[in-house]
Structure formats: structure tokens, C-alpha cells
Nanobody
Framework: QLQLVEPGGGLVQAVGSLILSCAAS????????LGWFCHALGKDREFVTA????????KYADSVKCRFSISRDNAKNTVYIQMNSLKPGDTAVYYC????????????????WGQGTQVAASS
């Protein structure tokens, strides 16, 4: 069994920054491909970013390109998102998830999900 824990959410002012982390424990061999999704009130869950085990060439949603950066520390089984220039539109619950498909943008490709962490960017 694999568990994902995402501390690090919070409330920031617009154009502020925040770092989210996702720590895997248990069957960490299943955490090679990791994605982040966000779920805002009244909207469907949306893809944010994804990274493979090697960390190279991650994918980003167009809405976060040049503002968010994903990275990972395999020794700690942890993946991070550096969120810069946050906008009120980024306000959502952010979930990390792992799956077998490399850099998938589809939530259906991910099997294990974290509990989510709230990010709120005020105007």
C-alpha cells in the first residue's frame, strides 16, 4: 500500500509564493510517476503538473507555466511544487497522485491519491 501526504498549503496574498510537498510512504516503488491536480469550488478537477522518476521534462498546465515548478527528491520520496506569482484563480484544493502512466494529464491514470491541501490566494 502507498500513502501520500501533502502538508504545505495555506493562505497567501496574490503574487505571493508557496511550496507544496507530497511525501510517499509504504510501497514507494509505485510513486515513480507523480502528478498534481487542483479542484476549485464549482469546477472539475484539473491537471496542474506531472513529473517522472528521473525528474526531467515535467509537464505543466498552460495556466501555471512559468509560475509553478515541480521537482523531486527521490532519497526522501518527496515531490515539491514551487508556486510563484499566485493568483486568486489558483485557489483550490491541491492533490498529489501516483500512477503507472508517464506524465499523464488525466486523473484516471493515477491510482493513489493524497488527502489534498488547501491553497488560497487573496486579491
Amino acid at each position: 500500500q502507498l500513502q501520500l501526504v501533502e502538508p504545505g498549503g495555506g493562505l497567501v496574498q496574490a503574487v505571493g509564493s508557496l511550496i507544496l510537498s507530497c511525501a510517499a510512504s509504504g510501497r514507494t516503488s509505485s510513486s515513480h510517476n507523480l502528478g498534481w491536480f487542483c479542484h476549485a469550488l464549482g469546477k472539475d478537477r484539473e491537471f496542474v503538473t506531472a513529473i517522472g522518476r528521473g525528474g526531467g521534462s515535467p509537464k505543466y498546465a498552460d495556466s501555471v507555466k512559468c509560475r509553478f515548478s515541480i521537482s523531486r527528491d527521490n532519497a526522501k520520496n518527496t515531490v515539491y511544487i514551487q508556486m510563484n506569482s499566485l493568483k486568486p484563480g489558483d485557489t483550490a484544493v491541491y492533490y498529489c497522485a501516483t500512477g503507472k502512466v508517464y506524465l499523464s494529464r488525466s486523473s484516471k491514470a493515477y491510482r493513489y491519491w493524497g488527502q489534498g491541501t488547501q491553497v488560497a490566494a487573496s486579491s
